[in-house]
């Protein structure tokens, strides 16, 4: 069973501080996406890595994926009230089989 | 270009009954997936359809649950009998085949919450 454990569950933080968020799994995928779920909605793609040791950014977000392609972390740099919201990593195997971390749980007090 | 549309959005039976949820994917989107999501967790996925047909269904409950796909475009996912611990979103999204490197981006629907009494 192809599992992605995502650390930390849960992270509340002030505006202004950086943080990382990481996902972790002994099984390698073909690529991995991440996607920010709001409540009542559902999730949305930010961004998705294919290459070992490609990292994407997007604004204050950076995207790494590991060397062996089975772990991923997202970082936020001067994180913002806007970025409050679930953080999902997601694999995707060679038949497009999507499996989804638990979520990280981000708050940004102001 | 519609997203993708799922109904009923709310659904409140007791256990032991039984309730059916729809979707409808994006225009072209050949993979559909139907997702469960208990609050507090991130999705779990219950089946994935290829056209009409069903690629993975090994996390779907197949006692209870059932899927299914006809004409390769609009959803059913079942659940009969209900069971209090089904009480969660369930999602559906959808995803056009891959072009170029990695797979193309998962498009979801508002989902379906179901209270389970």
């Known amino acids: 069973t192809q599992l992605l454990e995502q650390s930390p569950q849960f992270l509340s933080i002030q505006e202004g501080e950086n943080l990382t968020v990481y996902c972790n799994s002994s099984?390698?995928?073909?690529?991995l996406q991440w996607y920010r779920q709001e409540p009542g909605e559902g999730p949305v793609l930010l961004v998705t890595v294919v290459t070992g040791g490609e990292v994407k950014k997007l604004k204050r977000l950076t995207f790494q994926f590991g060397d062996a392609r089975k772990d991923s972390s997202l970082h936020i740099t001067a994180a913002q009230t806007g970025d409050t919201g679930l953080y999902l990593c997601a694999g995707v195997t060679g038949g497009f089989k999507t499996i989804f971390g638990a979520g990280t749980r981000l708050f940004v007090k102001a | 270009e519609a997203g993708v549309a799922q109904s009923p959005r709310y659904k409140i039976i007791e256990k032991r009954q039984s309730v059916a949820f729809w979707c409808n994917p994006i225009s072209g989107h050949a993979t559909l997936y139907w997702y469960q999501q208990i609050l507090g967790q991130g999705p779990k996925l219950l089946i994935q359809f290829q056209n009409n047909g069903v690629v993975d269904d090994s996390q779907l409950p197949k006692d209870r649950f059932s899927a299914e796909r006809l004409k390769g475009v609009d959803s059913t996912l079942k659940i009969q009998p209900a069971k209090l611990e089904d009480s969660a979103v369930y999602l559906c999204a959808s995803r056009e085949m891959g072009k170029g490197l990695g797979a193309g981006e998962l498009f979801f629907g508002e989902g379906s919450r179901l209270t389970v009494l």
């Open positions: 099984s390698v995928f073909s690529s």
